[in-house]
C-alpha cells in the first residue's frame, strides 16, 4: 500500500495544476474534446447490432450443421438397421 501511495504522489504536476491545465485545454480546443465517440457512428454501431446480428448467424450456422449432421447419421444408422435385418430375413428363408 505504501507503494502505491508512493507513486500516486509522484507527479510531475501538482493535481490542482492538472486540472487547471485539462481546463484550459478543453477551453483551447472546443471542437471535439468533450465529445461522446457515438457521434461519429452510426445507430446500428451504436446499438451493436452488427456483433448481433454477426454472432446470431455463427449461431444458427452452427445449430445447422449440427442438424444436418444428425439427420445423416440417423439416416446412416435406420438404412444400417434395415439393411441389416433384411440380410437376416433372407438368410432364414
Not at 17 to 44: C, F, K, M
Not at 62 to 84: D, E, G, P, Q, R
Amino acid at each position: 500500500m505504501k507503494r502505491l501511495s508512493s507513486e500516486f504522489r509522484d507527479r510531475p504536476i501538482p493535481p490542482l495544476d492538472l486540472a487547471v491545465w485539462s481546463i484550459e485545454y478543453t477551453a483551447r480546443h472546443p471542437n471535439g474534446t468533450l465529445a461522446t465517440p457515438l457521434r461519429s457512428q452510426s445507430w446500428v454501431e451504436q446499438n451493436l447490432i452488427d456483433v448481433y446480428a454477426f454472432l446470431f448467424f455463427n449461431f444458427f450456422i452452427i445449430l445447422l450443421s449440427i442438424f444436418f449432421v444428425m439427420k445423416l447419421l440417423i439416416s446412416f444408422y435406420c438404412n444400417y438397421i434395415y439393411t441389416a435385418s433384411n440380410l437376416r430375413k433372407s438368410k432364414q428363408a
